[in-house]
């Protein structure tokens, strides 16, 4: 069944946006392995709500961690150690889209980091980037850390003002495909954009 692992360059960069709509076109599951920074909200309930997705297929988290830090902290906090080998991928019967927490080198534990669970998931990922300035060396730091770690790109979303000559410099350096870009919407109201949004 096809399974794409959302990541970002950065964190609040897009990531839980794209997987919603991405959730919704491919009328698939969503599953956030690893959720910090639950006292304030859930990306899965802004999943939900964006995509509108049923609630049966929002997929329970492996780890869901009170304080909005980086997984290994947020873990730290609250007395808890994140096990890889206890975070198992989903099988379902439709495509599975997975959240990530942050960039490819947030760490998890002392030993793990998000790129080392992307691995494990064995997937294709779709990278999520801003379109201003600066992205072009932060998406090109990303793709080369995954093509390091010979994990397979489907390609990048940008997310954020239309910026055609940001684009054209991630595809042409990049090697690699722009899977759709959205612009800043207010309220999060996604409705009026032309679907399907990504090109998958």
């Not at 049966?56 to 961690?65: H, N, T």
């Not at 494990?120 to 770690?149: F, K, P, W």
């Not at 994990?151 to 690699?176: R, T, W």
Request: with cysteine; aromatic share 6%; proline share 6%.
């Amino acid at each position: 069944m096809t399974t794409y692992f959302v990541t970002g360059t950065d964190t609040d960069v897009g990531k839980t946006i794209v997987s919603a709509l991405l959730t919704q076109q491919l009328d698939g599951f969503y599953w956030k392995p690893v959720q910090s920074g639950i006292i304030d909200i859930e990306d899965k309930e802004t999943v939900q709500k964006i995509g509108n997705i049923a609630p049966e297929r929002i997929l329970p988290c492996a780890y869901e961690l009170r304080e909005p830090l980086s997984p290994h902290e947020a873990a730290r906090r609250d007395g808890v150690k994140i096990d890889l080998a206890k975070i198992i991928k989903p099988q379902v019967n439709a495509p599975l889209v997975i959240e990530g927490a942050g960039g490819v080198f947030v760490p998890l534990n002392d030993h793990n980091l998000m790129i080392d669970l992307i691995k494990q998931m064995d997937c294709e990922v779709i990278v999520v980037a801003r379109s201003g300035l600066g992205t072009i060396n932060h998406t090109m730091l990303t793709l080369h850390a995954l093509q390091n770690y010979k994990i397979p790109v489907k390609g990048v979303v940008l997310n954020g003002p239309l910026n055609p000559d940001n684009k054209n410099a991630i595809e042409q350096f990049g090697k690699v495909r722009i899977l759709g870009e959205i612009p800043y919407i207010e309220e999060l109201n996604f409705s009026g954009i032309e679907k399907p949004i990504f090109d998958i």
